[in-house]
């Protein structure tokens, strides 16, 4: 997209931290039926085969996200386009998953950087339309000066993460295991992608560029 911005230089922390918790919750309905849907096709994998059951996982786990986003970008009234862009959503992840997972295995810490630089990439693809690497080049330049910050709130919610699967296997345990642990395991995958969506759009909303065309031709 073209067009003057300008980067916000500022910010809040406690409210990035709300913000992300806050946006799930405004799509609380999208998010268990995302979960319901994953939940479904973990219980029906045997009946796909291996590689038809990866196909049909892939589908419904970008499908499922980009509509997540989409979503929760039109309720936060961020939504600037009023195309899909589901192609560069899906090479935006291709491109970036190799360095990021590269970078966890390097003491984790790398990795996390480059988590946080690109946290916001996927919702200036969603609102804006921006291309695959254009987007991570602009989240990279919003974040930059605020990543310990952003990288601090991503380690919190994968913290929550953590405390909420060990709370959900201890009540699965005390029941007698009527979840089946891979079933467990496989829809409790997708709660940490959940907590980043909600980090990405916070961290669209309040580090990303801010569209400056009327202010440059009357300012």
Excluded at 27 to 39: D, E, F, R
Excluded at 100 to 125: E, K, N, T
């Amino acid at each position: 997209m073209s067009g003057a911005a300008t980067y916000r230089d500022e910010l809040r922390y406690p409210s990035l931290m709300s913000a992300s918790l806050r946006n799930l919750w405004l799509i609380w309905p999208q998010v268990l039926a995302y979960l319901a849907v994953v939940t479904v096709l973990g219980l029906s994998m045997p009946l796909f085969g291996g590689r038809s059951g990866g196909i049909v996982g892939f589908f419904v786990y970008f499908g499922g996200q980009y509509w997540l986003f989409h979503s929760l970008l039109r309720k936060r009234g961020l939504l600037q386009t009023g195309r899909i862009h589901f192609v560069s959503f899906v090479a935006l992840a291709l491109l970036l998953i190799l360095p990021i997972a590269f970078g966890l295995a390097m003491l984790i810490v790398p990795g996390l950087f480059l988590v946080a630089r690109w946290i916001a990439a996927p919702a200036f693809i969603v609102a804006r339309g921006e291309g695959t690497v254009a987007a991570a080049g602009i989240s990279a330049a919003a974040v930059r000066g605020q990543t310990a910050n952003v990288m601090t709130a991503i380690v919190v919610l994968v913290l929550i993460v953590i405390a909420l699967i060990t709370v959900l296997a201890g009540v699965d345990r005390v029941l007698g295991n009527p979840l089946n642990d891979a079933l467990l395991d496989r829809v409790a995958g997708h709660f940490v992608p959940l907590m980043m969506l909600g980090l990405s759009v916070a961290t669209y909303e309040q580090l990303g560029p801010e569209d400056t065309s009327i202010e440059d031709v009357f300012g």
